[in-house]
């Protein structure tokens, strides 16, 4: 008689990838304000940290305007090279949304070649009856790859798509642009030529609905913030609400019954905590109890195997955690010092010029480090794994002042 397999701990608890609706826990009233949003015609602007749930919300809301009949389409810019790769994925997902080039696409993914080169001249011509005068467009957008239009020009072209598909079609269409941050670096163009044209043909697409995602905070409201910025106010900044701990302690539940196991209320309580509220730190140490208790042959989680959670997910971001102390280091000599005071709730500029000081903490926010609860707020690390392997390296000594301008 055989044995029935155990669910794999990453399956119960997935970490490095967007989580699905189903294992989502909590943020149901994110995803239904922000689909509520979306369908009624707002722009949105999530920013936050990476792993703190932001991508997988923003999934889920689009999923959301789907269901209600919405088109979608999604990108992310972290992934794509360049505005040319950016036009092909918008144009390629746009059309996806159309019945009459659903089954082309389906067929071009199972081709050996490119997706692009794939689509038919039968689905072309299709499209371009459907659309009528507007096929023109369409068609344009079909052949840029063959015809070597410049990577502007296909960007532009690709956005103009989605406003003449949903306008064809009466339908609202949903656009999720992920990781917007990317471009300000440059290889989409020229930021502010790319702003400037994605404001210009979207906001003559009254049918489109853009959802700018985002993982560095403060580039995202450079972005979308000054008033000489061309996407100055065209989305409304959308703030994630914190996941309260009785929402933890139910999903935790959910997740591991899935599982025919159970953990007690201490357990939980003290799994809750050292997770302090962060999406991955607490998904991380929910899955090594769960392993934990699949190597002991157990079902029941106790406060034993929720303490040696803790040092195992130290352990497996061993590396992680290095990397990240490398890159500090690269910011300035006292950086370290900084990150680590932060880390400790000490004072933070004490021994250091004010303007030093300053400086450094913009360079360790720039990077991702560290947080700060709005323009004067307190400084903090919002990973508590990261918090803590900060706070447990050893002091480097005392801070000579910095002479002025130092």
């Known amino acids: 008689m055989g044995t029935t397999r155990r669910l794999g701990s990453s399956e119960l608890f997935p970490t490095d990838t967007p989580i699905g609706p189903d294992a989502m826990i909590g943020r149901r009233d994110d995803v239904t304000r922000m689909a509520t949003a979306l369908l009624g015609g707002t722009n949105l602007v999530v920013a936050g940290p990476r792993r703190t749930g932001k991508t997988s919300v923003c999934d889920a ?187 933890w302690r139910a999903g935790l539940r959910e997740r591991l019954a899935l599982d025919g196991c159970a953990i007690a209320d201490t357990a939980l309580d003290r799994l809750v905590a050292t997770g302090d509220g962060h999406p991955r730190a607490t998904m991380l140490l929910a899955q090594h109890a769960h392993a934990i208790a699949v190597e002991e042959l157990r079902r029941d989680l106790d406060d034993a195997i929720v303490a040696a959670a803790l040092p195992r997910a130290m352990r497996g971001e061993a590396l992680c955690h290095q990397q990240t102390l490398e890159l500090i280091r690269e910011l300035g000599r006292h950086a370290q010092t900084l990150a680590q005071r932060v880390a400790l709730g000490a004072v933070l500029y004490e021994g250091l010029q004010p303007s030093t000081a300053a400086r450094t903490m913009r360079r360790l926010r720039d990077a991702g480090i560290v947080e700060q609860d709005g323009p004067r707020g307190a400084w903090r690390i919002g990973d508590p794994l990261l918090r803590r392997f900060l706070a447990g390296l050893p002091a480097l000594g005392r801070i000579a002042l910095d002479p002025p301008g130092g």
């Not at 499209?127 to 052949?143: N, R, S, T, W």
């Open 61 to 247: 809301a689009v999923a959301v305007c789907a269901q209600e009949g919405a088109y979608t389409v999604a990108a992310d810019l972290f992934l794509l090279p360049d505005a040319a790769a950016l036009a092909e994925a918008l144009t390629l997902a746009a059309l996806a949304n159309r019945p009459v080039l659903r089954a082309a696409l389906a067929r071009a993914a199972r081709a050996a070649g490119h997706a692009w080169d794939a689509l038919s001249d039968a689905a072309t011509i299709r499209a371009h009856q459907d659309l009528g005068d507007a096929g023109i467009d369409l068609e344009l957008a079909l052949v840029l790859r063959r015809a070597q239009a410049g990577s502007a020009e296909a960007l532009r072209t690709a956005v103009q798509l989605l406003g003449v598909i949903a306008e064809a079609d009466g339908r609202r269409l949903v656009l999720f642009l992920d990781e917007f941050q990317e471009i300000a670096g440059g290889r989409f163009g020229d930021p502010d030529a790319v702003t400037k044209m994605l404001r210009a043909v979207l906001q003559r697409a009254p049918a489109v609905s853009v959802v700018f995602a985002g993982s560095i905070e403060h580039m995202m409201r450079r972005l979308f913030g000054p008033s000489e910025r061309a996407l100055s106010q065209f989305g409304a900044f959308f703030d994630l609400g914190p996941i309260h701990p009785d929402e």
